[in-house]
Nanobody, 126 residues
Framework: QVQLVESGGGLVQAGDSLRLSCAAS????????MGWFRQTAGKEREFVAA????????YYADSVKGRFTISRDNAKNTVYLQMHSLKPEDTAVYYC???????????????????WGQGTQVTVSS
């Protein structure tokens, strides 16, 4: 059974940093592309960052470019999202996703992902 478990969310102040982790198991492996998406109440889930099965291919939403970094540790089957200079508009539930198939390139559309985590809340106060 595919399982993605996010951790690392919390309440921080504007300008602070957080690192989210996503541990994958059960069918999501190191050759899958992985991504982070976020969602706020009443809005559609939006793309944040993605990484291909190596870390050579990464892609970021314009809103987080230069502040967030996605990385992966294939030995641990874990993906990270390092977030710096957090803003109140970054407040959302953050979801980890895995394609479930081999992908060298980063994938930016939610429809390209077959597996999703349960989400972790990130709240940034002003």
């Amino acid at each position: 059974q595919v399982q993605l478990v996010e951790s690392g969310g919390g309440l921080v102040q504007a300008g602070d940093s957080l690192r989210l982790s996503c541990a994958a198991s059960g069918g999501i492996d190191s050759t899958d592309a992985m991504g982070w998406f976020r969602q706020t109440a009443g809005k559609e889930r939006e793309f944040v960052a993605a990484i291909g099965w190596t870390d050579r291919d990464t892609y970021y939403a314009d809103s987080v470019k230069g502040r967030f970094t996605i990385s992966r540790d294939n030995a641990k089957n874990t993906v990270y999202l390092q977030m710096h200079s957090l803003k109140p508009e970054d407040t959302a539930v953050y979801y980890c996703a895995g394609t479930g198939y081999w992908s060298k390139i980063a994938r930016t559309r939610a429809s390209e992902y077959r597996a999703w985590g349960q989400g972790t809340q990130v709240t940034v106060s002003s």
